[in-house]
């Protein structure tokens, strides 16, 4: 879905009232529109009817371990950074059945779960939520096994990607190389100005899409000021990671006290490996009907901070908080390099903003890594 | 809309059923089970050092290793210690009993890279299994392989399995069995003490030998010192790695070590592979 050469056209304009004509073309397509609203105070990505259900004029407050939502009155549909979740449920299902067995009859009788053929269109994605959906797509369909499942959800997924404006005290994309700008893994991109939406194809049938619209291009002043609202969002942000290729300096860093003084604070809870865009740990397990009969075999996320992610026949490879947050710091920042060609980190912030006591993966790196804190 | 999908995706996960044939008690806390496929698939054959995910109905699936005979397509031994949910259950069938199975999985052992030269395989405790479809492929081709050790470690004599192999692999030409209990009794007519002190009696040429280890890493760690020490060169050294697997297909996270999938890149490595975090604790 990357940007072919030839197809993007010239930026056009999208007033803000016809977003739902585009969500009505979307419709027609067939896809079900996914975009951000408030639920349970914060922002989050659900099912979407109609437009006026985005989180018009809301903004975040993002800190070391709070969220919290601001009215700001105003007629902006996308003025905040991000919510607990990026795109990584919408593809990467939280809990899934892999597959049924009846155990009723003398040989067990297995059936495969049927994958389900879906068309989403997500509206709001984020550079940093299209930079994780491109290592997850790796991971789960690079192999020599492409994952069914995440491969059909996927291939339905058209993405109305939205380039950031507002940045959080959390968001560090720009160290991380990963925004605020989208680069591609988009079908359209827009870029909220006062009026309306600055909007750019990404793909053929996003062009097609907005030239079903008809709408007037954008001109070279309201191109202008979008990447200049977006460049402002990047210079906004206050955090940085001390490098883009932390590997050496990690694991030269074994022994850092560091890592014990970290896990006097962890919890251990795994809050930021589930809201990480990138995590792809997933337990299986099983689950047995009430009469004994027949069970369903289904794989559910984990994290490396639950206990017995790494055990074996009773063995525990990682017993205490000090292996497991190592652990995820050095293979997120660290061994994902020689997994996947760069960082698992895309700058999001989400473990920074949901650890329940604050821990901050750029504080963290940079004690360990010896930089000094950014 | 639903339909299956056209990729093997999700299908890969699903295994087939399995009837047991035969069963073996090794020892109080060790049992061999032989599975004969319901439906004898086209089935790929296996390479030394594979592994299958056999599943227990209604509780879950475990990575065994595949001890019969590579040659053998249609009969699977699997060799298993009680130690949880799963293998507690496992002890309690009995031939004509069924189970799930799908594999082989995983990277195994470097014949090819074996062939013409002398082994060495060590192994401790139940890391035996894995290397007995070694020992058995040289066997049915003792001409294209040097000489061969077999050296196994346990910590109590009587915890010893196979001990009717060992006694017939004796008896193949250019073959040295040699045993070592950390805790011997009266039963035990071999070495008392580490695996490791049984280095001293191979013979061989570091230059012409490969080396496959298998068992605890504590044991390895002090093996490879050994071979390495003895002039083996590094990518002559290979190990057998355990960490905990549950899709066995790269996906799943639990297995890495470093950035290494023991699903898939492994379970067996070349020591350059994996020396950097070879005994470090935690990884």
Redesign the interface.
């Known amino acids: 879905m990357s940007r072919q050469p030839g197809v993007r056209s010239s930026m056009v304009f999208l007033p803000r009232e016809r977003l739902s004509a585009l969500m009505d073309h979307l419709r027609s397509e067939g896809y079900r529109c996914l975009g951000p609203v408030v639920r349970d105070g914060a922002i989050q990505f659900a099912s979407l009817a109609q437009a006026d259900e985005f989180p018009i004029g809301w903004r975040d407050r993002q800190e070391k371990g709070s969220y919290a939502l601001q009215a700001a009155g105003d007629a902006r549909m996308f003025a905040f950074a991000n919510g607990p979740q990026g795109l990584k449920p919408w593809l990467f299902a939280p809990r899934e059945t ?2 049924r ?1 009846d ?1 009723r009859k ?13 068309r989403l269109a997500v509206i709001g994605a984020r550079s940093c939520d299209l930079a994780a959906m491109a290592i997850q797509d790796r ?2 369909l690079g ?10 959800r996927r291939e339905g997924l058209f993405v109305v990607a939205v380039n950031c404006t507002h940045a959080s005290a959390t968001c560090f994309c720009a160290s991380t190389g990963d925004g605020p700008a989208t680069r591609d893994g988009f079908d359209i991109a827009l870029t909220e100005l006062d009026d309306g939406f600055v909007a750019a194809s990404g793909s053929e049938r996003g062009a097609r899409a907005l030239a079903d619209l008809g709408l007037a291009s954008a001109g070279d002043v309201r191109e202008a000021e979008a990447r200049a609202r977006v460049a402002a969002a990047g210079a906004a942000q206050t955090r940085a990671l001390p490098g883009r290729d932390l590997q050496a300096a990690l ?1 030269a860093n ?1 022994m850092h006290p560091r890592w014990d003084e970290v896990a006097g604070r962890c919890l251990s809870c795994g809050n930021c490996a589930l809201v990480c865009p990138t995590c ?7 689950e ?1 009907s009430g009469d ?1 009969t027949s ?1 369903e ?1 289904y ?1 559910e996320w ?1 994290s ?1 901070f639950s206990e ?7 063995r525990q ?2 017993p205490d908080i ?2 497991r947050y ?2 995820w710091l050095t ?1 997120k920042l660290g ?5 996947f060609g760069r960082s698992g980190c895309v700058g999001c912030g989400r473990c920074i903003t949901w650890c329940p006591v604050g821990i901050d993966i750029t504080e963290e790196a940079a004690a360990v890594c010896g930089a000094a804190t950014p | ?5 056209p ?11 399995a ?1 047991i044939v035969g069963r073996v008690d090794e020892s109080d806390s060790i049992f061999t089970l032989r599975l004969r496929p ?1 439906a004898p698939s086209p089935s790929p054959r296996f390479v030394p050092g594979q592994f299958n995910m056999v ?1 227990l ?5 475990i990575p065994i290793s595949i001890v019969s005979d590579p040659e053998s397509d249609v009969l699977l031994d699997h060799t298993i ?1 009680r ?2 949910r799963v ?1 507690e259950g496992l002890a309690r069938l009995q031939p004509g009993d ?3 199975l799908r594999g082989p999985y995983g990277r195994g052992w470097p014949m090819d890279r074996a062939r013409g030269r002398d082994v060495i395989i060590v192994t401790g405790g139940l890391g035996c299994a894995p290397t007995v479809a070694v020992i058995n492929y040289i066997i049915h081709r003792r001409s294209e392989f040097g000489r061969l050790s077999i050296v196994q470690g346990v910590k109590r004599a009587h915890e010893l399995i196979y001990r009717d192999r060992y006694e017939a692999w004796r008896g193949v030409p250019d073959t040295r069995v040699l045993l070592a209990a950390d805790e011997g009794d009266t039963s035990w007519p071999w070495h008392v003490g580490l695996v490791t002190d049984l280095f001293d009696d191979l013979a061989y040429d570091p230059s012409r030998t490969l080396a496959m280890l298998c068992g605890p890493e504590g044991m390895m760690v002090v093996a490879v010192r050994r071979l390495l020490r003895a002039g083996l060169p590094e990518e002559s050294i290979f190990l057998s790695m ?3 697997m ?2 066995a ?6 297995c ?1 070590y ?2 290494k999938f023991v699903c ?1 890149d492994g379970p067996v490595f070349a020591y350059p592979e994996v020396k ?1 975090l070879l005994g ?4």
């Open positions: 892999l597959w067995v155990g003398a040989a067990l009788a297995f059936e495969p779960a049927e994958v389900e053929d879906a991971h789960f192999g020599e096994r492409p994952d069914g499942a995440y491969a059909a694991f074994l792809f740990c997933h337990c299986e397990r099983e047995v004994g069970a075999h794989r984990d490396c017995g992610h790494a055990s074996i026949h009773g490879v990682r000090r292996s190592r652990q293979h061994s994902w390099h020689d997994q | 809309m639903r339909g299956r999908n990729l093997n995706g999700i299908d890969s996960h699903c295994p087939e059923g009837r319901l599943y109905f209604g509780v879950g699936e210690r130690v949880g293998t069924c189970v799930g355990e960490r905990n549950q899709c297909l790269g996906l799943c996270g639990h890495q470093g950035a898939k950097a470090t604790r935690g990884y």
